[in-house]
C-alpha cells in the first residue's frame, strides 16, 4: 500500500471559472427603465481543494434585499457547472447550472416558478454585462427581466 495515495485533483474545466474570482460591485436597472434600481456586491473564491466555488451576494433588488451563498461545482457528463443557491427569499436550496464558453455566460434557474436565464459576456476591460430573461412561458412578474453589470473592486 502506498504511503501517500494520490488525491483526487479538480477538473481542468473550472478553471474556466478563474475570472469571477475576486470582490465585485453591481449595478443594472429593470427592463423598461433607465433607473439604477438593482445594486449590489458580490464575491467569488475557492474553497479549499479547489472543487467548489464559493459565491456571496448581496444586491438590492428594487429596495428587496437579497443575501445569498452559492456554491458552484463541475459536472462533466454535461461540461456544465451546476450550483445550488441558499438566500433570505427562498425556504429551499435553488438549483441553477451555469455554463461559461469563452467571453459568454449563461446561468440558467428551473424551479418551482423561478424559470429564468442570465446572458451575460466580459468586455475586454475585465467588466461584464449581461441580463435576466424569463424563459419561454415564464412568469415575468416572478421572473422579471433586467440587465446588470458588473467591475471587480478586489481579487481575492
Do not use: C
Request: net charge negative; hydrophobic share 35%.
Amino acid at each position: 500500500m502506498s504511503e501517500n495515495p494520490e488525491l483526487p485533483q479538480p477538473a481542468p474545466a473550472l478553471k474556466r471559472l478563474d475570472r469571477l474570482v475576486g470582490r465585485w460591485s453591481m449595478q443594472g436597472h429593470l427592463i423598461g427603465t433607465d433607473e439604477t434600481n438593482v445594486t449590489g456586491e458580490t464575491s467569488f473564491q475557492w474553497l479549499p481543494g479547489g472543487f467548489f466555488l464559493e459565491q456571496r451576494a448581496r444586491i438590492d433588488f428594487v429596495g428587496l434585499r437579497i443575501d445569498a451563498l452559492e456554491l458552484i461545482g463541475y459536472d462533466p457528463e454535461t461540461d456544465t457547472f451546476p450550483s445550488t443557491v441558499y438566500s433570505n427569499f427562498s425556504a429551499d436550496p435553488l438549483p441553477y447550472k451555469w455554463d461559461v464558453q469563452g467571453d459568454t455566460v449563461t446561468i440558467t434557474v428551473t424551479y418551482g416558478q423561478l424559470d429564468a436565464t442570465f446572458t451575460g459576456t466580459w468586455r475586454e476591460d475585465g467588466t461584464f454585462s449581461g441580463g435576466w430573461r424569463p424563459n419561454s412561458g415564464a412568469d415575468e412578474t416572478v421572473n422579471v427581466p433586467y440587465d446588470i453589470g458588473g467591475r471587480r473592486v478586489e481579487n481575492l
